[in-house]
Structure formats: C-alpha cells, structure tokens
C-alpha cells in the first residue's frame, strides 16, 4: 500500500489552549498525517496566528469553518483536505462533525464526542449513512501497557475476571479558578458549553472507558454520586460510582477534580480468580501483574521481555528504558486511524491492529455514560440505573 500523508484540516486547537499542539504534535508523529489548513479560533486573529504557527499558509487559514468547508471544495481533489481533526469546547462539536460527515470527510473528534446523546445518536447515524470513520480520542486506551492488560485479560490470564477499580484524580479545579479568567476551566465548568457532566463529562469518560476497553466488556448499570465540592459551582467536579458490568464482573469508579496536589493521576486494577493487574498513568511503560501462587511481575514495555502481545508491540516506538507517554498514546489513536483510511481507500482490509482505536460507537456509548451517572448521581435516593439507551 502507498504510503501516502492523509491531508487533515483542522477545527479548534489555537495556540490559546492546550491540547490543539498536542493533537499536532500526534498527528504529525508517524508521517502519515500532514496539516493544511484549518479554522483554529473563533477569534481570526488567534486563528491566524495558530495557523502560521503550525506552518499552515496563510490562503488556508480561514476565520470559521463553514468557510474552510466551502474553500476546501473548490481545491482540486489532490490538494484538498481528506478529514478533520475537532478540538473545540464541547458545545461545538457536533455541527463540524456532522457538516464533515455529510460532505464525504472522515472525522477525529475530542471527547466526549458531542454535546448530548441526541447529537451523538445523529453522528453515528451519519458515520454509517456516508460510510466514513470516526475516531474518538480516549487517549488513555493509547499507552502499549494498556492494551497489553487487554490482551492479557483476553486470554484468561487472569481467569473469570470478578472486579475492576479505576480511579483519576485531578487537582487542578480544587477552587473556582474559573472566575479569573482561565479559558479551559471557563467552559468545563459552564454547563451551557460542556453538556450535563462537568468531571464526570470531562475525565469521568475517560475512566469509563478505559475499563470498558480493558475488559472488553459493557457497564449494564450503575450506582453514582456526583458533587458540586466548590461553592457555587453550578456543576459536578467529583464523583464516584459502583458499576455493574456484563457476565457479573463489578466495579468501582472514582473521578474528581479537586483532589487537591493530584495531577493527572489515572489508574486502573483488575482481579480475577487466578490474578491482578495494575497500571497508572505516572509510570506508563509497566504493567503490573499479582499472582495466587507465585512472586508478583514487573511487566516492562519495550524491553522485549514477558512475551508481549502483538497488539501492544504494534503501538510501541522505542526500546525499553525510554517512556512512551501522553502525546506517543495520542499519535496511537491517529496512526491506527490513518492506516485504516488509507487501506480502505485502496480497497484493502484494515488489520486488527489498524482498528484498534475507539470509534463512533465508544462516542455513543460515552453520552450514555454521562446521562447514566448524572441519572443516578442526582437523584435524592441511592439508585440504581440501568444504561440509558
């Protein structure tokens, strides 16, 4: 198969955030990917100067995006953007998403994927309408530790699987820093711009469907409590639940964001008859595994020792000893992306290993995490819910 730069517009990720660099940084890792235009501000002069910043020629950074679509379609068809990389507030997700969709492009979009259920029942109903792919960036389910413990869990190491613990823990929102002006915790804290979950939306997903991917198994239903810890904050910034999953297993899942002195502590423990597993975030590159019988394992990535399984060894860079982090978890996701667009375009099979990021479907099912915790977390009696379809 040639292998040929898919050519990515983008939506949001100005130099006023965060995480639009990280996205390009990701993209661009694995030279399959190449940035040529995008609308990366509501503001055109932060638009400009991102752009200009990200090397893009001035003639194709554009001041919205209706007009980047409009533009993009009068270029001849080899020098045209072939999809769109979403990096916006929550509220504006689903518009480009669904004008991308409908106007033949293939989509990467931040999570959670849309603003409310609504809106992402409608994307995936487009998605199977036009026969594009979605990616979702659960950025988490990226790290080569992380889908080591799914193929691990897969195979029975650890026998009929009874319990799951995951647990991620920010700081950062420990008080109302959203009222001196900081941009990102404006919008995540403002119910209007982030939809009904506010930590539960933001990180919360995250936790879920690290455990979901992992396990390889669905939440039936859950049992939440969502709090507002700082004074005044019209949405939730900690929550807990107890979770239910298929064939029995249950679950223990904690999120907050005023954990305070915590970074971005994410972690993730799974039991079964035979054994555990462990891994977090801080240390990336070991798995952990904790036997009945027999002295506790040091699993290490990239050192080629502990018969590691092919779908971690597919997303793995470098030799042990150097750590593959965040932004490497990221360029993961936009990799596997690439190549199955690239295949399919050739009319060829995407691998396993090629379609091994999260989709449409984990964009669904993240929306329905959310009405599902918030469902239970407020509710004026321990409850119950049952996965809001």
């Given at each position: 198969?040639?292998?040929?730069?898919?050519?990515?517009?983008?939506?949001?990720?100005?130099?006023?955030?965060?995480?639009?660099?990280?996205?390009?940084?990701?993209a661009?890792?694995?030279?399959?990917?190449?940035?040529?235009?995008g609308?990366?501000?509501?503001?055109?002069?932060i638009?400009?100067?991102?752009?200009?910043?990200?090397?893009?020629?001035?003639?194709?950074?554009?001041?919205?995006?209706?007009?980047?679509?409009?533009?993009?379609?009068?270029?001849?068809?080899?020098?045209?953007?072939?999809?769109?990389?979403?990096?916006?507030p929550?509220?504006?997700?689903?518009?480009?998403?669904?004008?991308?969709?409908?106007?033949?492009?293939?989509?990467?979009?931040?999570?959670?994927?849309?603003?409310?259920?609504?809106?992402?029942?409608?994307?995936?109903?487009?998605?199977?309408?036009?026969?594009?792919?979605?990616?979702?960036?659960?950025?988490?389910?990226?790290?080569?530790?992380?889908?080591?413990?799914?193929?691990?869990?897969?195979?029975?190491?650890?026998?009929?699987?009874?319990?799951?613990?995951?647990?991620?823990?920010?700081?950062?929102?420990?008080?109302r820093?959203?009222?001196?002006?900081?941009?990102?915790?404006?919008w995540?804290?403002?119910p209007?711009?982030?939809?009904?979950?506010?930590?539960?939306?933001?990180?919360?997903?995250?936790?879920?469907?690290?455990?979901e991917?992992?396990?390889?198994?669905?939440?039936?239903?859950?049992?939440?409590?969502?709090?507002?810890f700082?004074?005044?904050?019209?949405?939730?910034?900690?929550?807990?639940?107890?979770?239910?999953f298929?064939?029995?297993?249950?679950?223990?899942?904690?999120?907050?964001?005023?954990?305070?002195?915590?970074?971005?502590?994410?972690?993730?423990?799974?039991?079964?008859?035979?054994?555990?597993?462990?891994?977090?975030?801080?240390?990336?590159?070991?798995?952990?595994?904790?036997?009945l019988?027999?002295?506790?394992?040091?699993?290490?990535?990239?050192?080629?020792?502990?018969?590691?399984?092919?779908?971690?060894?597919?997303?793995?860079?470098?030799?042990?000893?150097?750590?593959?982090?965040?932004?490497?978890?990221?360029?993961?996701?936009?990799?596997?992306?690439?190549?199955?667009?690239?295949?399919?375009?050739?009319?060829?099979?995407?691998?396993?290993?090629?379609?091994d990021?999260?989709?449409?479907?984990?964009?669904?099912?993240?929306?329905?995490?959310?009405?599902?915790?918030?469902?239970?977390?407020?509710?004026?009696?321990?409850?119950?819910?049952?996965?809001?379809?």
């Open positions: 198969m040639e292998n040929k730069k898919l050519r990515m517009g983008m939506i949001g990720g100005g130099l006023d955030g965060f995480i639009g660099a990280v996205h390009v940084r990701a661009l890792m694995e030279s399959q990917i190449e940035l040529v235009c609308c990366f501000s509501v503001n055109p002069e638009s400009l100067k991102s752009g200009r910043y990200y090397s893009v020629s001035d003639s194709r950074i554009y001041g919205t995006y209706h007009e980047m679509f409009e533009k993009e379609a009068l270029l001849p068809e080899n020098e045209r953007m072939e999809f769109v990389t979403i990096v916006t929550n509220h504006l997700h689903y518009e480009p998403a669904a004008m991308a969709l409908d106007s033949g492009y293939n989509v990467v979009i931040d999570k959670p994927m849309t603003f409310s259920l609504k809106e992402a029942k409608s994307l995936k109903e487009k998605v199977e309408k036009n026969g594009r792919i979605l990616a979702l960036t659960h950025v988490y389910t990226g790290y080569p530790a992380v889908k080591e413990a799914k193929e691990r869990i897969k195979r029975g190491d650890l026998g009929k699987i009874r319990r799951i613990f995951v647990e991620y823990s920010q700081g950062w929102l420990a008080q820093i959203e009222l001196l002006g900081n941009n990102n915790a404006g995540r804290t403002n209007k711009l982030s939809g009904k979950g506010g930590c539960v939306g933001d990180i919360g997903t995250h936790a879920w469907h690290l455990c991917y992992v396990l390889g198994q669905k939440v039936i239903e859950l049992c939440a409590e969502l709090k507002a700082v004074p005044d904050r019209p949405i939730d910034d900690d929550a807990a639940a107890f979770l239910h298929e064939n029995g297993i249950t679950g223990v899942l904690q999120t907050t964001q005023i954990a305070t002195g915590e970074e971005n502590n994410i972690r993730i423990r799974v039991y079964g008859e035979k054994g555990g597993l462990e891994w977090q975030q801080m240390e990336p590159n070991t798995l952990y595994a904790k036997w019988d027999r002295p506790s394992e040091e699993i290490r990535i990239g050192n080629g020792f502990g018969n590691l399984s092919n779908l971690a060894k597919w997303n793995i860079r470098v030799p042990g000893g150097h750590p593959e982090g965040f932004i490497e978890a990221f360029a993961n996701i936009y990799r596997n992306f690439a190549l199955t667009v690239n295949a399919r375009s050739h009319n060829e099979t995407p691998t396993q290993e090629m379609l990021f999260p989709n449409v479907n984990d964009g669904v099912r993240g929306l329905q995490f959310i009405e599902t915790m918030v469902a239970s977390g407020y509710s004026d009696d321990t409850k119950w819910v049952k996965w809001i379809e």
